[in-house]
């Protein structure tokens, strides 16, 4: 049997012309300026860009030393950029008045590009609850992708995002445990506000948590009702609007009732309903406001109280 006769490889126009030195400098990564209007943010990046004094310092130095490291961006199919690495440093770039920013542009996909985002932002020295929450469920999903297992599937929240071997990576990465990882993902579960709360210190975390099992409908009632009675619930509290709420039998007045328990230890404290400071204070009034203004109309009325008894 004659043997096939195998046809010869024809060399490439880019082999002809250019040596192996040039064509694998070719592939090495380097810093160019890109205009920065044609850098956009990465879609649903987890980490905010905050004008905070750590912003003024860092415009500050780029207005007197330029940008020292480059950023990491992925070149789109339009031909515009899309920035993995370096969102502070393109947001201080433009305060600053610059109109290019250095950047490193890299071949990767998107899954790729979030485990390479959120991994630069890990060391960061401030990261809010929801910035957290919102990278780990990211970067969680796209190494699932990436061990080629579907996105999405029929089971439960809790489950879709825990599987043993991307979980247990990820959990070794950051060095939160394979639950508190669990325990962030639930939080990308709030509401907005309820989450702002979170974020602001107005409410603990692990109650957060438990309370990201509530409805998006039940978690507007308890939102009022944190508002009206000017309380957070407390651990024990969130554990059981979560067991009324999975039992179905959590309204507006099952609320109201359990976040008007006592709380154990709980000191003493003088309530007064929202409804009925509302012809004295705006609505929206800050709750500090509130209290500020109402010390201060107590302290003058303590004053006038004294002059009185000094007249008799």
């Known amino acids: 049997m004659a043997k096939p006769v195998l046809k010869p490889r024809l060399a490439s126009v880019d082999e002809l012309f250019t040596t192996q030195e040039e064509r694998d400098d070719a592939k090495r990564e380097r810093v160019i300026d890109i205009p920065i209007v044609e850098v956009d943010a990465f879609p649903d990046h987890p980490y905010q860009v905050r004008i905070d004094e750590d912003m003024r310092e860092l415009v500050e130095n780029i207005s007197e030393h330029g940008v020292l490291t480059p950023a990491i961006a992925r070149q789109k199919e339009d031909g515009r950029y899309e920035l993995v690495s370096g969102h502070r440093r393109k947001a201080a770039s433009e305060l600053a008045g610059l109109k290019t ?71 070794e990465q950051t060095g939160e445990s394979p639950s508190q990882i669990q325990r962030y993902i639930r939080l990308t579960e709030l509401i907005p506000d309820i989450l702002k709360m979170v974020d602001e210190g107005k409410m603990a975390f692990r109650p957060a948590v438990e309370l990201s099992y509530l409805s998006e409908g039940e978690q507007k009632d308890l939102l009022d009702t944190i508002e009206l009675e000017l309380a957070t619930p407390s651990l024990a509290q969130a554990y059981k609007l979560k067991q009324f709420s999975q039992e179905g039998r959590l309204n507006s007045d099952v609320t109201l009732s359990i976040l008007r328990e006592q709380k154990p230890n709980q000191v003493d404290k003088i309530k007064i309903p929202r409804d009925k400071l509302s012809r004295y204070f705006d609505a929206g009034t800050p709750v500090a406001k509130i209290e500020e203004t109402i010390i201060k109309a107590l302290e003058l009325y303590r004053k006038r109280e004294r002059s009185r008894g000094m007249e008799r």
């Open 101 to 171: 920013l250095p950047v490193i542009v890299r071949e990767m996909d998107r899954d790729a590009a979030i485990v390479f985002m959120v991994n630069a932002n890990m060391q960061r020295e401030h990261v809010l609850p929801s910035e957290k929450a919102k990278a780990y469920r990211m970067k969680l999903e796209a190494m699932r992708r990436q061990a080629g297992r579907p996105a999405n599937n029929s089971v439960p929240l809790e489950q879709n995002l825990s599987g043993t071997v991307s979980r247990d990576v990820l959990a």
